[in-house]
């Protein structure tokens, strides 16, 4: 089959590669219909995210038809249709079962190596996405074997386009989780995001879903912002604007009472602090670059929520504790626990209340995915989400 492939730190193509097969008697082998590009794949791309090794799958984003399932699979058959979460979940060990889904004890079998970076327990495994996170293979091919079948995969209703359904596998809930980990009163709070990436938009939108009085957006890439006002959200462009002082002014001095920080590792801005970030992640002196976190501090309201859906890989400095300290800030992150939204998120899209494909700005096959990478990263031709679909055939050169 024909699959994406890391090839080294800034490098990814397509190579041919063996078809998956069943392992355990819980696998189920899905062929892809359709993939997206995650703008966490891009610190795949970058190199940021450690454990990578070469001819690993990428791709956590993905749906299709099941073709085969393992002996003791109960709730799948072959030729159902599918979305599947990015993050494996086992359905029975403790966090499971209280719906902490990204925080499975069993679905990684290489926590330890995890464990060794962060001096702490690991969270569950995730579909392309490190060995540190267990080394699965990706969904951006043409098969995928899925592990924990029957907890997982989340059949689709055959009228619904896999635009319509795809981001359920991860970018939507992600972006309602972090909504609704503010606690937003509705009619009232104000909510600030930053980024207007895949994720920022849906943030954007989740808050405006769940109440919020006004959703602002943080951003410098002008078709981004645009994407957000007409999602209903005021935008800023920090590049035109001081932030801090922006966000002041437009809450009325209180500041806004939840900012959802969904950059994560590799944020952009300027000042001291975010060319110091980039000096010392080029010399691999930190994983992460946190400008957008700073700034969602230190504008947040007193007893505010700041809530961070973005990626982070590591330990960071430089971060002012002082400020969240001093305002009784409460923070909420983490991977998304998708399963446990899809039921409530499918609901609004059957109801109408929101198409999720607003957000696609390039459709391509499987092999064009290596330019579109490049293209997506740079942020070049207004790229926000890329879908690919597996089984295009490349168009012959004129």
């Not at 819980?26 to 990578?52: E, F, K, N, Q, W």
């Not at 645009?226 to 035109?240: F, L, R, S, V």
């Not at 922006?246 to 950059?263: K, N």
Request: charged share 20%; with cysteine; net charge negative.
């Amino acid at each position: 089959m024909k699959a994406l492939i890391w090839q080294g730190t800034g490098k990814v193509g397509i190579e041919t590669v063996p078809d998956p097969t069943l392992l355990l008697p819980t696998d189920a082998i899905v062929r892809v219909s359709s993939t997206a590009i995650c703008g966490s794949d891009l610190h795949l791309l970058d190199g940021v995210i450690p454990s990578m090794e070469k001819g690993d799958i990428l791709g956590h984003e993905f749906m299709g038809e099941v073709v085969e399932v393992g002996s003791a699979v109960r709730k799948l058959k072959v030729g159902d249709r599918v979305i599947v979460p990015f993050n494996i979940a086992c359905g029975v060990c403790d966090p499971c079962k209280r719906g902490l889904y990204s925080a499975c004890d069993n679905s990684n079998p290489n926590h330890r190596m995890a464990e060794a970076l962060y001096g702490a327990v690991s969270g569950a495994g995730l579909f392309g996405y490190s060995h540190m996170y267990g080394g699965y293979a990706g969904g951006q091919a043409q098969f995928v074997r899925v592990p924990f079948a029957d907890v997982g995969p989340y059949k689709v209703d055959s009228g619904m386009r896999d635009e319509q359904v795809l981001f359920l596998t991860d970018i939507f809930p992600t972006g309602y989780q972090a909504a609704v980990n503010c606690g937003i009163q509705r009619d009232r709070d104000v909510v600030a995001v930053f980024g207007a990436g895949p994720v920022g938009q849906f943030a954007a939108r989740s808050a405006l879903m769940l109440g919020a009085a006004k959703v602002i957006v943080v951003d410098r890439i002008p078709a981004r912002l645009k994407m957000a006002e007409d999602g209903g959200a005021e935008t800023i462009n920090y590049e035109q604007t001081d932030v801090l002082v922006a966000l002041h002014e437009m809450t009325g001095g209180r500041g806004p009472d939840h900012v959802i920080d969904a950059v994560g590792l590799e944020a952009h801005g300027h000042g001291p602090g975010a060319l110091m970030d980039t000096a010392k992640q080029r010399l691999r002196l930190t994983f992460d670059r946190i400008t957008a976190l700073r700034w969602a501090i230190m504008s947040c309201a007193k007893g505010g929520t700041v809530s961070m859906p973005g990626v982070y890989g590591g330990l960071v400095d430089k971060m002012p504790m002082g400020a969240a300290f001093a305002k009784g800030l409460i923070f909420r992150m983490g991977q998304t626990h998708t399963h446990r939204f899809l039921d409530p998120l499918m609901r609004h899209i059957q109801g109408g209340d929101i198409d999720p494909s607003f957000v696609i700005t390039h459709r391509a096959g499987l092999d064009d995915a290596p330019q579109l990478y490049q293209t997506f990263r740079d942020k070049q031709d207004h790229c926000i989400k890329v879908v690919l679909d597996p089984w295009k055939e490349p168009q012959a050169a004129d």
